[in-house]
T-cell receptor, first 116, second 114 residues
Framework: AQKITQTQPGMFVQEKEAVTLDCTYD???????LFWYKQPSSGEMIFLIY??????QNATEGRYSLNFQKARKSANLVISASQLGDSAMYFCAMRESQGSARQLTFGSGTQLTVLP | EAGVAQSPRYKIIEKRQSVAFWCNPISGHATLYWYQQILGQGPKLLIQFQNNGVVDDSQLPKDRFSAERLKGVDSTLKIQPAKLEDSAVYLC????????????FGQGTRLTVV
């Protein structure tokens, strides 16, 4: 079974508007972390935001916020006031705490295009 | 703070040849990952080290891929012999051991097998 599912292969958003990128996850571990990364066409993976499973509040980092719904096992990324430079691939990832491995597992990504 | 260093950035080889990639993680990061990212897909974990020990290599094709982490710092990933389907970007990442810390990625090595 997929641990991280991103159902939107591609998304378009108008500049200055907000956009939500979906991510659902599957785990039986009570303690885990959820991460979002941005990968521009240049290829580097840029960390955006982190949400811990025990965090009471949704994480925010500048224009990025994470809509964390634990019961639904979803961790959607919200980008406010989109900019042309936000055009990139976005990956959701999860790290579970149990076991020695603590793998960082990625979803298949969403290609976001910001339109002028 | 210096980031994760990888080399080479690009490599083109013929099938059945061998190739090696090098990674130098961020100082103090005990966990090191090698990922394979095929064009248009998410990164797939090949192997994970904690210090100089392997903690997960379940998705590493061990008949052709090998990796080592010398003295718990630098790491090399080798493919021998390469196949066409190995064409991908190979990403190295490192992190602290704690589960709630992000992994930092290098710029990757783009491998083309012809």
């Amino acid at each position: 079974a997929q641990k991280i599912t991103q159902t939107q292969p591609g998304m378009f958003v108008q500049e200055k508007e907000a956009v939500t990128l979906d991510c659902t996850y599957d785990t039986s571990d009570p303690s885990y972390g959820l991460f979002w990364y941005k990968q521009p066409s240049s290829g580097e993976m840029i960390f955006l935001i982190y949400q811990g499973s025990y965090d009471q509040q949704n994480a925010t980092e500048g224009r990025y916020s994470l809509n964390f719904q634990k019961a639904r096992k979803s961790a959607n990324l919200v980008i406010s006031a989109s900019q042309l430079g936000d055009s990139a691939m976005y990956f959701c990832a999860m790290r579970e705490s149990q076991g020695s491995a603590r793998q960082l597992t990625f979803g298949s990504g969403t290609q976001l295009t910001v339109l002028p | 703070e210096a980031g994760v260093a990888q080399s080479p950035r690009y490599k083109i080889i013929e099938k059945r040849q061998s190739v090696a990639f090098w990674c130098n993680p961020i100082s103090g990061h005990a966990t090191l990952y090698w990922y394979q990212q095929i064009l248009g897909q998410g990164p797939k974990l090949l192997i994970q080290f904690q210090n100089n020990g392997v903690v997960d290599d379940s998705q590493l094709p061990k008949d052709r891929f090998s990796a080592e982490r010398l003295k718990g710092v630098d790491s090399t990933l080798k493919i021998q012999p390469a196949k066409l389907e190995d064409s991908a970007v190979y990403l190295c990442a490192s992190s602290l051991v704690r589960a709630n810390t992000e992994a930092f990625f290098g710029q990757g090595t783009r491998l083309t097998v012809v």
